[in-house]
C-alpha cells in the first residue's frame, strides 16, 4: 500500500504501462519538459525520451488526428487535452473518426486511443476551463467513457484504459488531483465496466462520478446524523453504464438521486433517470431525481461555489424524495 495523491496516481499508472508496452506514446500540449499543467505527466519525458512522450503543438485536432495514424500503425497512443474545454477543436476527429473508424472497417482496425480529459470546476479558473462535457460523448457510440473519483481507481482504470483495445474517453476530476489515499498496486482492480458501492445504504441509492463521489459520500455522513441510510454509488464507467449495479441497488433502497456538476438539463442523469424509471418503476417509493449544475454556461471563479452542486443540494434531494 501506498499512500498517493490523484494525479500522482494516475501519473504512475502511466508510467507502468509505458513500462509494460513500448508502443505506449503519450502525447499533448506541455506533457513532457513540463510535465503537464497538473503535472499528471511529470519525469516521463525524462525517463522514457521525446520520442515516447511528446511535447505537441496547440491543436488538439491535430493531436487526435495524429494519433489515430499512430493507431493505425500498432501504437497505443495516450492523448492529453490540456482543459475540458478545449476538447471541442478535436471533437470532429473523435466523433466521426476514432469512434466510427473500428465499425466502418467491420472491426478489422482497432483504434487503442485514450484520450485523457481533466475535467469540471473547483480550481478558479478562467473561461473554458471548467466543463463537463462528458454527455457529448456518452451520446457517440463507439466510444468507452470511464472517470476516476479516487487513487485507487486512477491508477488502475488508466492502465486498464490504455490496454483496450477500444477507443476510451478518459475523464479525471481537476479538482480532486491533490485529494490522498491508499493505492494497492497489486489488488485485482474491478473490470472497466464496472460501477463500485463505495458506501452502503438502505434509504436512497445516489449515484454520482468523478468529483461528486466525494461530495455525495459527505452527504451520506451529513443523512446519517439525521438517521437516513444514504447509499452511495460510483458509477466510473459511463459508457457503458453498469445498469445492473443501478437497478440492484434502487430496488432494495426504493429511492434515487443522480448528482454530476454538468448541468441538469440534457445531462447524463436524464439517461440514467429514465432508465432506472422504466427497469424499476414498482420499486420506487419517488421519482427520480437529478443534482447538477445550472443551464447557464460555467460562470467566473468568484461565482462557482454557488453553481457547483454540493453536499446541501444533494442533501436536498434526498428530502424531497421523501415528501412523495
Request: overall charge negative; proline content about 7%.
Amino acid at each position: 500500500m501506498t499512500t498517493l495523491a490523484l494525479a500522482k496516481a494516475i501519473n504512475e499508472g502511466l508510467r507502468t504501462a509505458m513500462e509494460d508496452d513500448p508502443k505506449v506514446l503519450i502525447m499533448g500540449e506541455d506533457v513532457g519538459k513540463l510535465g503537464g499543467v497538473f503535472r499528471v505527466t511529470d519525469g516521463l519525458q525524462k525517463d522514457f525520451g521525446e520520442d515516447r512522450v511528446i511535447d505537441t503543438p496547440l491543436a488538439e485536432s491535430g493531436i487526435i488526428g495524429t494519433a489515430i495514424g499512430l493507431a493505425l500503425r500498432g501504437y497505443r497512443p495516450v492523448c492529453e487535452i490540456q482543459f475540458d474545454g478545449f476538447v471541442f477543436p478535436a471533437a470532429d476527429q473523435i466523433i466521426t473518426q476514432l469512434a466510427k473508424m473500428p465499425l466502418r472497417s467491420l472491426g478489422k482496425i482497432k483504434l487503442p486511443i485514450v484520450v485523457r480529459i481533466p475535467f469540471g470546476g473547483g480550481i478558479g479558473a478562467v473561461e473554458h476551463h471548467s466543463e463537463s462535457p462528458e454527455a457529448y460523448f456518452t451520446h457517440t457510440s463507439g466510444l468507452r467513457v470511464a472517470v476516476c473519483s479516487n487513487p485507487s481507481d486512477g491508477y488502475h482504470m488508466i492502465r486498464q484504459a490504455i490496454r483496450s483495445d477500444d477507443p476510451v474517453i478518459f475523464f479525471e476530476p481537476k479538482r480532486r488531483y491533490w485529494d490522498k489515499a491508499e493505492v494497492d498496486r497489486n489488488v485485482t482492480p474491478l473490470p472497466f465496466d464496472r460501477g463500485q458501492v463505495v458506501r452502503p445504504g438502505t434509504d436512497v441509492t445516489v449515484l454520482a462520478y468523478g468529483p461528486m463521489v466525494k461530495t455525495c459520500l459527505e452527504a451520506a455522513t451529513a443523512a446519517a446524523e439525521e438517521g437516513r441510510s444514504l447509499e452511495v454509488v460510483d458509477l466510473r464507467s459511463l459508457s457503458p453504464l453498469d445498469t445492473d449495479l443501478i437497478f440492484e441497488s434502487v430496488r432494495r433502497t426504493g429511492r434515487c438521486v443522480v448528482a454530476h456538476e454538468a448541468p441538469v438539463y440534457s445531462g447524463l442523469g436524464a439517461e440514467i433517470a429514465a432508465r432506472v424509471t422504466e427497469a424499476c418503476f414498482y420499486n420506487l417509493e419517488a421519482p427520480v431525481l437529478r443534482v447538477g449544475g445550472f443551464s447557464t454556461p460555467y460562470p467566473p471563479s468568484r461565482l462557482e461555489d454557488h453553481y457547483l452542486p454540493d453536499l446541501d443540494r444533494v442533501l436536498d434531494a434526498v428530502d424531497r424524495t421523501f415528501t412523495f
